[in-house]
Nanobody
Framework: QVRLAELGGGLVQAGGSLRLSCVAS????????MGWFRQAPGKESEFVAA????????YYADSVKGRFTISRDNAKNTVYLQMNSLAFEDTAVYYC??????????????????????WGLGTQVTVSS
């Protein structure tokens, strides 16, 4: 059974940092795009960041550019999200996701929830102001 398990969420003060990890099991995603989305209370799911299979390209929501960094370790079947300069507005449940496709047709596809096939259960990130 394929599973994506997010780790590393928690409570942090504004301006602080957290590092999320997403460990995949059940199959390898070393040749597949992976990403992070988030959902705040009362809001729709929002794209955060994505990474190509080899880490050669990364994509970020405007709201996190310059503060968040996505990376991956294919040997560990793991994707990371380093979050710096956290703000209250970053409070949300963060979800890891992975695609079955090896490539997306264009950059816009990386931002779309329906391009991804596997999802984790999410990890709560709470930023206190």
């Amino acid at each position: 059974q394929v599973r994506l398990a997010e780790l590393g969420g928690g409570l942090v003060q504004a301006g602080g940092s957290l590092r999320l990890s997403c460990v995949a099991s059940g199959r390898s995603f070393s040749t597949n795009p992976m990403g992070w989305f988030r959902q705040a209370p009362g809001k729709e799911s929002e794209f955060v960041a994505a990474i190509t299979w080899n880490g050669g390209s990364t994509y970020y929501a405007d709201s996190v550019k310059g503060r968040f960094t996505i990376s991956r370790d294919n040997a560990k079947n793991t994707v990371y999200l380093q979050m710096n300069s956290l703000a209250f507005e970053d409070t949300a449940v963060y979800y890891c996701t992975a695609a079955i496709k090896h490539f997306f047709p264009n950059e816009r596809s990386y931002y779309a929830t329906n391009e991804y096939d596997y999802w984790g259960l999410g990890t709560q990130v709470t930023v206190s102001s």
